[in-house]
């Protein structure tokens, strides 16, 4: 599934693809006709994410998306023509100007008004990408929690955005024994988990891959921070992993290869449905 970063990333193109301009919205696989054309025509105003929720402004409505696991909405330049016919089941297409962008299988998509989203955000937890939030209200929920910080960190009502990936690799960079209950932690390593995601999540965001091994993350810092980033986010669609970066993991889906601070061998185990990576040889902070 899409952790938080791919969404702020798909907001902000979004946004430097139609912002300020009437779209042209059609449901091709016609399962969202109707709403779709109460958005034809319209200027799109704002595009954002909260967690992994995405809210675009199109003339009076908020058109609400989550993608679940297997939704998509690349956005593509039109190159001076007309986009080509819509392959397989297209919910939403819109056209710009400029771009146009596809909407496949997403778990939510539907129309909604302030109020309905005031309820889905409250629902959430403060999300590290957005600007002005922050663990306050996140350790409220997790010092008087009886569940584990992995389960806590997969939680959306506690963090919004984190996935499973984000979740193994920032307890194993900071050392935290991910099976610790939530009344145990204490709040230092609770505000470096939130800290760790402030730093790692807009490196994802910029280059669409995930990027948490300490020498990836320093030039990605580096890359952001000079503006060289820039280049190369505006060129990513959104289609397709960004590839900047060789794909490379401290604990993600290397069970049995040695941890890369200590060689003891990786492990998994499933924890609230989901596959935890961890060291248990290292991983002792809470
Ligand atoms: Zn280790």
Known sequence: MPEGHTIHALADRLERAFRGSAVEATSPQGRFAADAERLDGRVLDRAQAWGKHLFVDIGDAILHVHLGLIGMFPVKHRGGGEPPAPVGAVRLRLVGPEHWADLRGPMICTLVDEKRQRE??????????????????????????????????????????????????????????????????????????????????????????????????????????????????????GERLGDTFERRFLVYKRTGEPCPRCAHPVQERDIAGRRLYWCPACQERH
């Open 120 to 237: 889905i955000v409250a629902t959430l937890g403060p999300d590290p990408l957005r600007r002005g939030h922050g663990p306050g209200p996140t350790w409220e929920r997790v010092h008087r929690s009886r569940r584990t910080v992995a389960e806590l960190l997969m939680d959306q009502s506690v963090v919004a955005g984190v996935g499973n990936v984000y979740r193994c690799e920032v307890l194993h960079r900071l050392a935290v024994d991910p099976l610790t209950r939530g009344l145990d932690v204490s709040e230092q390593v609770w505000r470096e988990v939130w800290d760790d995601l402030v730093l790692l999540m807009p490196l994802g965001r910029a280059f669409s891959q995930i990027i948490t091994v300490p020498d990836q993350v320093q030039d990605a810092v580096r890359a952001r921070r000079s503006g060289r980033a820039r280049a190369i986010t505006s060129r990513l669609t």
